[in-house]
């Protein structure tokens, strides 16, 4: 069992490029979720999907674009990478409110 | 303004003793609350969880107490054991389709053997 899987691990960016964070699911979930985690802040939602083909905006959506082309992928891109967007990101899919399952994330370092 | 707050960044017992990691909330349209556990570098997983329509729920050694009049609910871990020790996360859901759930800011847990 998989569950979810996040690609890739770590990388490290120059301020000002681009890049696309990918979340796969193989359990059929219909909603998905992308979040940061900073120190202090505890994990804050950015985007979120509540089914394929659908989009929406979280609590810090600024300077992030989502997509969900099929229903087990959840892309999040960063167009213009800044010093700020440095965090540890973890998409999480659930099928309820209780059944939220996590992956274990990909630390990125915007220098 | 953080709507879930965990005002203890950090809590160490010993091992055998009762943990208790506190959470407050602000906003009364919560109806669903929750606790994560975090190991380093992997995701946060499940712990327990409890409806608004409840006050206590329990799940072998984990227990969480929900008190709606003071916006605050409490984990409670007997006995502890050493692989108790992570990040955990207390978590707050609004009714709705895509039942988005706001975490606090997490409480570091240490059990010393």
């Known amino acids: 069992n998989a569950g979810v899987t996040q690609t890739p691990k770590f990388r490290v960016l120059k301020t000002g490029q681009s890049m696309t964070l990918l979340c796969a699911q193989d359990?059929?979930?219909?909603?998905m979720y992308w979040y940061r985690q900073d120190p202090g802040m505890g994990l804050r939602l950015i985007h979120y999907?509540?089914?394929?083909?659908?989009?929406a905006k979280g609590e810090v959506p600024d300077g992030y674009n989502v997509s969900r082309l099929k229903k087990q992928n959840f892309l999040l891109g960063l167009e213009s990478a800044a010093p700020s967007q440095t965090s540890v990101y973890f998409c999480?899919?659930?099928?309820?409110?209780?059944?939220?399952?996590f992956g274990s994330g990909t630390r990125l370092t915007v220098v | 303004d953080q709507q879930v707050k965990q005002n203890s960044p950090s809590l160490s017992v010993q091992e055998g003793r009762i943990s208790i990691l506190n959470c407050d909330y602000t906003?009364?349209?919560?109806?669903?609350f929750l606790w994560y556990k975090k190991y380093p570098a992997e995701g946060p997983t499940f712990l327990i969880s409890?409806?608004?329509?409840?006050d206590k729920n329990e799940d072998g050694r984990f227990t969480v107490f929900l008190n709606k009049s003071a916006k605050h609910l409490s984990l409670h871990i007997v006995p502890s054991q050493p692989g108790d020790s992570a990040v955990y996360f207390c978590?707050?859901?609004?009714?709705?389709?895509?039942?988005?759930?706001?975490f606090g800011s997490g409480t570091q847990l240490t059990v010393l053997p």
């Open positions: 999480a899919s659930s099928w309820s409110y209780y059944g939220y399952t």
């Open positions: 359990m059929n979930h219909e909603y």
């Open positions: 999907s509540v089914g394929e083909g659908t989009t």
């Open positions: 906003n009364s349209m919560f109806d669903y």
């Open positions: 409890i409806s608004s329509i409840k």
């Open positions: 978590a707050a859901s609004l009714s709705g389709s895509a039942r988005q759930l706001t």
